[in-house]
């Protein structure tokens, strides 16, 4: 999957994320792994997310 075909609007974003990490993933690194997205482009996606106010929470594997 490449960043094209990720939602570029913040809250889309944090909805897509936090429901791809709910159905299928344990953790970031590991969605990033599976839909190839490269160690950069995770981190663009969570400073997009972080400068909408949303920060990653790994206890609960989501985005608050």
Do not use: C, T
Not at 40 to 49: D, G, I, P, Y
């Amino acid at each position: 999957m490449s960043l094209e075909n990720i939602p570029k609007d913040p809250v889309m974003l944090m909805s897509f994320m936090n429901m791809k990490l709910r159905d299928k993933y344990s953790s970031l690194e590991v969605l990033a792994d599976d839909l190839d997205i490269s160690e950069s482009e995770l981190k663009e996606l969570v400073e997009r997310l972080k400068s909408a106010g949303f920060d990653y929470n790994s206890s609960r594997n989501q985005f608050i």
